[in-house]
Every structure is written in structure tokens, then in C-alpha cells.
């Protein structure tokens, strides 16, 4: 089957015409004994590249340039298969946007295109190339220092108060992983995530549950993530608790045996944000809307949680806007070499931002990850990267740190 790749990646350091030439002739000679076609766009600081063939041979390509040290910051932006190729002649070809006026430079590629008129007009490549070379999408460029450049600081404790010893009846525990503002080295508020006994895993508190007791039992628990934040002595910091919205619908009053929950631990109902996943929501919306008016009422704030991995996307902001979003991990891992993810989550920062929505970015596990977030204008994040929950206790934190 015939696969096409498409990335963009960033120069380092400088290139010679005469260097650049070698290069593209070799790689030509190379790609056409593995039938692979493309072309090779630079403009003097970027390349874009698209690659042609099977699937493996595409692959086999694509994993040696990626370990070539004279580019950087390689973005895969399209994979996709064809009838046809776009480039048939060509092993490889390189196309320097700097020999070209800009009025002819469109014109110039489409020649080189083996395609119908008919397929030129609404192939996808075709387009990205276009794009390219009018330079339409630069300002979604966003370059990041190699992560050499950076190292993490050991893990500091911040908390020197012990970890909690849970009560004798206590059916469940929580674990803190803080939400940090990383620029500014700050915490800004915890995640109590729930686990079992001596910290077992989330699914076996909640499969020894009867399904009736599935709400109360949600509701309940949340004393114990509040009498963690006590302890603790959170002050500074907002405690995120996750919340099954039908708890809030289906137990009576129980907004306000949330509040006396929080009060009764010396906590404040502006402390806490109630952290919601998509799909809950978009199963009973208008119950939610109900819950959602009586948590705001009484001060707590919202977070839509593990936002886009479900269902309703983007769509739900049309219906709904919480306090915060927080964007799933899926979409967050290795974000710094998506195209498409870049160009998702510069969607939802844009929209997030009108709607002067919080957006902090969840299971952030690489510096390269975070570099990439950064320089997007994400300012919250939560992930290993920074700290791994820890039970009954806050744990100790990583800083990203410039080498000296
Ligand atoms: C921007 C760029 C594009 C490249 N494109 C190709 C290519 O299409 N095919 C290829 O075999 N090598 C390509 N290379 C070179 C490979 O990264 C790698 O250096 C080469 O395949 C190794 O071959 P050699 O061991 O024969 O020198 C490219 C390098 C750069 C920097």
C-alpha cells in the first residue's frame, strides 16, 4: 500500500548549498532503491519534507533522518495512504523556496507534481505543501531549545508534615499530585486522587462497592481528601477532588453536606474545585446543569477533566464553560513531534482563552513535552514530570532548570 509522511523539522546550525546537494543526492539515490519518492522543501531555516512508498520502507526512511543531528525539532505533520504518488520521478528532490519570487513559487512546485490537475486540486499533500510555501501557518511554528539544554531539579519536599495515618474505618485513600505554574515554581492547587487501602489501585476500592452505594460512597469519600488537605495544612494551594456529577443529583442535599465536609476540615469552598470528566457530563447534561449552579453557588469552582479523550469535545464548551480545563494526557504525549496534536491543542488554548478559561495540561512526562507547552502559552501543568502522587502526603517536586 502506498503511505505518505509529511514532516517539518528546523536546521541546525548552517548548511552549505553545496552540503545540502550531497545530502539530497544521496538520499536519492538511497530512497529510489526502496521505491521511495518525495520532495525536500527549505527556505533557509526550515525543511518539509514528504516521503512516499510502503509503509515499511516510508518507516525505515523516516527513523533515519529522524536521528540526523543537522535538523531538530522534527514535527510529524500528516500520514496518510494514496492511489498515487505525488512525486513519481523523484527519489528525492530538493526545492529551495530561495530560488523562487514569491509570485512563482506555488506555480514552480505544482510542476513538479505528478498528479492530475483533478487530484491536485483536493489532495491533501498538495495543499500542505501549499501552505508551506506561503508560509500561511508560521505563526504555529513554535521552536524549542533542544532538552539537552535543560535538566530537572532534584525533587524538593515542600511539606515536612508526615504523611496521614488513615483511620481504622477508613475504606479508602487519597494520593496529592500537584498542579504546578512551573515558570513561576509555584503549586497552585492538588489533585486528591483516590486509591484503595495501603494506596491499592482506584479499581479495587471502587469493584468491592454495591452499585447502589456508588454515589454516597463517592460523596463520602471526599471527608477523607479534605481531612488529607488538613493535615497538610493547605493554604496557598486550591484541592482539586473529582467528582461524579449523579452524586450531586442523586443524594439529597448534597451540596450542602459537601460544604459542611469542607468547612468542618477548616477549609474554604473557594479552595476546592470539583474536577468532572467529559463523558459524565454529556450523559445526564441537564442534571449536571443543576449540580453545576449549586457548587458555583456556593463558591466552588469547576474543571472539565481529562478533556478530549472523550466524546463531546470541543462542542461541550458551546453548552458548558468550567473554571478550568484540563487536556488528557493523549493529547499531551509527545506533543513537541505532533502536528496534529500541536495543532488541537493550540485550538483549545485559542478558544480557552477567549472564553478566559483556565487550561492546565495533564500527564506532562517530558521536558520536551513541557518546552513545547510553554512556548504554546500553556502556564499549568500536572504530571510526572514534576511529581508523582504520593499517598497520604505532598510529594516532593521537580523544577525544569537551564544547564548551567
Ligand atoms: C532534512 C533531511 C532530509 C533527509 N532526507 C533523506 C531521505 O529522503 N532519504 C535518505 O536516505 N536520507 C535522507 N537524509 C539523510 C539521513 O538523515 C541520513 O543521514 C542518511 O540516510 C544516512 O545515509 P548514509 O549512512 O549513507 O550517509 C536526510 C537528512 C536531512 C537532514
Known amino acids: 500500500m502506498l503511505s505518505t509522511l509529511i514532516y517539518r523539522s528546523q536546521l541546525a546550525g548552517s548548511v552549505s548549498p553545496e552540503k545540502?546537494?550531497?545530502?539530497?543526492?544521496?538520499?536519492?539515490?538511497?530512497?529510489?532503491?526502496?521505491?521511495?519518492?518525495?520532495?525536500?522543501?527549505?527556505?533557509?531555516?526550515?525543511?518539509f519534507q514528504v516521503l512516499e512508498g510502503s509503509v515499511e520502507n516510508v518507516h525505515t526512511v523516516f527513523q533515519r533522518i529522524s536521528q540526523d543531528d543537522r535538523h531538530f525539532n522534527l514535527i510529524e505533520l500528516m500520514r496518510d495512504y494514496a492511489p498515487a504518488r505525488r512525486f513519481g520521478q523523484a527519489g528525492m528532490a530538493l526545492f529551495d523556496l530561495r530560488d523562487y519570487q514569491k509570485h512563482t513559487v506555488v506555480e514552480a512546485l505544482l510542476k513538479r507534481v505528478t498528479l492530475t490537475d483533478e487530484r491536485i486540486r483536493h489532495d491533501r499533500v498538495v495543499k500542505f505543501l501549499r501552505s508551506f510555501v506561503?508560509?500561511?501557518?508560521?505563526?504555529?511554528?513554535?521552536g524549542i531549545a533542544p532538552a539537552s539544554e535543560w535538566t530537572l531539579t532534584t525533587p524538593l519536599t515542600v511539606s515536612a508534615?508526615?504523611?496521614?495515618q488513615?483511620?481504622?474505618?477508613?475504606?479508602?485513600?487519597?494520593?496529592?499530585?500537584?498542579?504546578?505554574?512551573?515558570?513561576?515554581?509555584?503549586?497552585?492547587?492538588?489533585e486528591a486522587l483516590i486509591r484503595g487501602l495501603q494506596g491499592a489501585p482506584p479499581a479495587d476500592y471502587f469493584?468491592?462497592?454495591?452499585?447502589?452505594?456508588?454515589?454516597?460512597?463517592?460523596?463520602?469519600?471526599?471527608?477523607?481528601?479534605?481531612?488529607?488537605?488538613?493535615?497538610?495544612?493547605l493554604r496557598e494551594q486550591t484541592l482539586s477532588v473529582n467528582l461524579l456529577p449523579m452524586s450531586l443529583v442523586m443524594i439529597d442535599d448534597a451540596v450542602e453536606h459537601l460544604i459542611q465536609q469542607i468547612r468542618q476540615q477548616g477549609l474554604r469552598p473557594e479552595q476546592v474545585v470539583v474536577e468532572v470528566t467529559e463523558?459524565?457530563?454529556?450523559?445526564?447534561?441537564?442534571?449536571?446543569?443543576?449540580?453545576?449552579?449549586?457548587?458555583?453557588?456556593?463558591?466552588?469552582?469547576?474543571?472539565?477533566?481529562?478533556?478530549?479523550?472523550?466524546?463531546?469535545?470541543?462542542?461541550?464548551?458551546?453548552?458548558?464553560?468550567?473554571?478550568?480545563?484540563?487536556?488528557?494526557?493523549?493529547?499531551i504525549i509527545d506533543?513537541?513531534?505532533?502536528?496534529?496534536r500541536q495543532a488541537i491543542v493550540l485550538a483549545i488554548l485559542k478558544c480557552c482563552q477567549v472564553l478566559e478559561i483556565t487550561v492546565?495540561?495533564?500527564?506532562?512526562?517530558?521536558?520536551?513535552?513541557?518546552l513545547w507547552l510553554e512556548g504554546a502559552g500553556v502556564r499549568y501543568y500536572q504530571g510526572f514530570l514534576f511529581a508523582r502522587p504520593a499517598l497520604n502526603a505532598l510529594p516532593a517536586v521537580s523544577w525544569p532548570a537551564r544547564r548551567p
Do not use: M
Not at 209 to 216: D, N, S, T, V
Open 20 to 47: 545540502l546537494k550531497a545530502l539530497v543526492e544521496r538520499a536519492s539515490i538511497k530512497n529510489a532503491k526502496a521505491e521511495v519518492t518525495g520532495i525536500l522543501l527549505y527556505d533557509g531555516q526550515h525543511f
Open 134 to 142: 506561503e508560509g500561511r501557518d508560521k505563526e504555529t511554528f513554535i
Open 161 to 164: 508534615v508526615p504523611p496521614l
Open 166 to 190: 488513615p483511620a481504622a474505618d477508613q475504606r479508602c485513600e487519597f494520593a496529592l499530585q500537584p498542579i504546578v505554574d512551573a515558570a513561576n515554581r509555584r503549586i497552585v492547587s492538588c
Open 207 to 233: 469493584s468491592q462497592l454495591p452499585e447502589g452505594e456508588r454515589y454516597q460512597a463517592d460523596l463520602h469519600s471526599k471527608i477523607y481528601a479534605f481531612q488529607l488537605a488538613r493535615h497538610l495544612g
Open 279 to 331: 463523558d459524565e457530563v454529556i450523559s445526564r447534561f441537564d442534571a449536571f446543569q443543576f449540580a453545576v449552579r449549586q457548587l458555583k453557588a456556593a463558591g466552588i469552582s469547576l474543571a472539565l477533566d481529562d478533556f478530549g479523550a472523550g466524546f463531546a469535545g470541543l462542542s461541550l464548551l458551546a453548552d458548558f464553560q468550567p473554571d478550568k480545563v484540563k487536556i488528557d494526557r493523549k493529547l
Open 335 to 340: 506533543i513537541h513531534r505532533s502536528g496534529p
Open 360 to 370: 492546565i495540561a495533564e500527564g506532562v512526562e517530558k521536558i520536551e513535552e513541557w
